[in-house]
T-cell receptor, first 113, second 118 residues
Framework: ETGVTQSPTHLIKTRGQQVTLRCSSQSGHNTVSWYQQALGQGPQFIFQ???????GRGNFPPRFSGLQFPNYSSELNVNALELDDSALYLC????????????FGEGSRLTVL | AQKITQTQPGMFVQEKEAVTLDCTYD???????LFWYKQPSSGEMIFLIYQGSYDEQNATEGRYSLNFQKARKSTNLVISASQLGDSAMYFCAMRDNLMDQGAQKLVFGQGTRLTINP
């Protein structure tokens, strides 16, 4: 059983640029969530996708957007990068819309200079 | 809104000793779920143990157990016979159902960094 995989693992961008992060969900999982984890903090919910539709969003501005594809993989896009966007971005999948355990990937560490 | 509080920024324990990591929560929901995750330096969040608000027994999973005190709104994680590989960040989390959006998210605490000394 393949777990959640994310790419790239590390990347550096400059302020104002755009970034795309990718996530392949665990086999059989149709729900994907994205979290932002700033240094020294717990993860914060960005949004959730279920069957290719965004069905829940945290307190993040519209420049954070996403997609989910028919194979349930997902992308997180961030436009007009700011210094505070520097963080570990975690993708999590689950086998159903409302379930207990989330299965996380190792994250993409974004540094904005 | 759900809130999780972890008051121990760091804990240092000798190998083979037991350790308790504290977590308190705040919610107005009658039905809720509580989770503990381990995050090693690799970054991945690893699920450890789950406690439902209506579960009558404290949850146990191998060396991990929960001391769930509903009236005090606390769910402390106990790791027995600690090992060097237990050194990591530990996060307590609560499920938050975004009823108006149909989604479900986890609300995390600030975490506790556990260091196991040989």
């Amino acid at each position: 059983e393949t777990g959640v995989t994310q790419s790239p693992t590390h990347l550096i961008k400059t302020r104002g640029q755009q970034v795309t992060l990718r996530c392949s969900s665990q086999s059989g999982h149709n729900t994907v969530s994205w979290y932002q984890q700033a240094l020294g903090q717990g993860p914060q919910f960005i949004f959730q996708y279920y069957r290719e539709e965004e069905n829940g969003r945290g307190n993040f501005p519209p420049r954070f957007s996403g997609l989910q594809f028919p194979n349930y993989s997902s992308e997180l896009n961030v436009n007009a990068l700011e210094l505070d966007d520097s963080a570990l971005y975690l993708c999590a999948s689950s086998p159903a819309l409302r379930t207990g355990e989330l299965f996380f990937g190792e994250g993409s560490r974004l540094t904005v200079l | 809104a759900q809130k999780i509080t972890q008051t121990q920024p760091g804990m240092f324990v000798q190998e083979k000793e037991a350790v308790t990591l504290d977590c308190t929560y705040d919610t107005s929901d009658q039905s809720y779920g509580l989770f503990w995750y381990k995050q090693p330096s690799s970054g991945e969040m690893i699920f450890l143990i789950y406690q439902g608000s209506y579960d009558e027994q404290n949850a146990t999973e191998g060396r991990y157990s929960l001391n769930f005190q509903k009236a005090r709104k606390s769910t402390n994680l106990v790791i027995s016979a600690s090992q060097l590989g237990d050194s990591a960040m530990y996060f307590c989390a609560m499920r938050d159902n975004l009823m108006d959006q149909g989604a479900q998210k986890l609300v995390f605490g600030q975490g506790t960094r556990l260091t196991i000394n040989p």
